[in-house]
């Protein structure tokens, strides 16, 4: 089976919603924080970001494994919320993802993400990937930011 990437369509994001909140149980539990954005956003909340940015989808034999969303601004392509179902990691559909999300905007000159400092499995894919850390943030005691972009040459 040959995975589907392709843009999200209004009636998916129920479906993504649930992923996402799925996805994020694995990073709360390393910043011990359940209160974190992926895991409260409502679906309203999510509807207006469809309506402000690209998100994609992933569908291996019909059902969603992975979805990304991103928006451009001033030539910068802001990438968030990637996450693949846990039982499809490690096979190569985030890095598919990332390929996928950077080339709808293959206009831009700049792509930004970002992740939290204990991510490992973050960190190593957007190493992979050619980004590089140009920021950190302390958001509390138990969280820091860690910002990366790639600049196209």
């Given at each position: 089976m040959?995975?589907?990437?392709?843009?999200?369509?209004?009636n998916?994001l129920?479906q993504?919603?649930?992923?996402?909140?799925?996805?994020?149980?694995s990073?709360?539990?390393?910043?011990?924080n359940?209160?974190i954005p992926?895991?409260?956003?409502s679906?309203?909340?999510?509807?207006?970001d469809?309506?402000?940015?690209t998100i994609?989808?992933?569908?291996?034999?019909g059902?969603?494994?992975a979805?990304?969303?991103?928006?451009r601004?001033n030539?910068?392509?802001?990438?968030?919320r990637l996450?693949?179902?846990?039982?499809?990691q490690?096979?190569g559909i985030?890095?598919?993802m990332?390929?996928a999300?950077?080339?709808?905007?293959?206009?831009c000159?700049?792509?930004?993400?970002?992740?939290?400092?204990?991510s490992?499995?973050?960190l190593?894919?957007?190493?992979?990937?050619?980004?590089?850390?140009?920021?950190?943030?302390?958001?509390?005691?138990?969280?820091?930011i860690v910002?990366f972009e790639k600049?196209?040459?």
């Open positions: 040959e995975i589907q990437i392709q843009p999200a369509l209004l998916d129920k993504i919603l649930q992923l996402q909140k799925d996805c994020y149980q990073e709360a539990k390393i910043y011990d359940f209160d992926p895991l409260t956003q679906l309203k909340s999510l509807e207006e469809f309506n402000r940015q994609l989808k992933a569908e291996l034999g059902k969603l494994v979805s990304v969303r991103a928006f601004e030539g910068t392509c802001f990438i968030g996450i693949v179902k846990e039982d499809f490690n096979r985030g890095r598919k990332m390929k999300i950077e080339a709808v905007f293959s206009d000159y700049r792509y930004e993400l970002f992740t939290g400092f204990k490992v499995k973050n190593n894919l957007y190493h992979k990937l050619g980004y590089r850390e140009f920021k950190r943030h302390k958001e509390n005691e138990k969280l820091t910002f600049i196209k040459r």
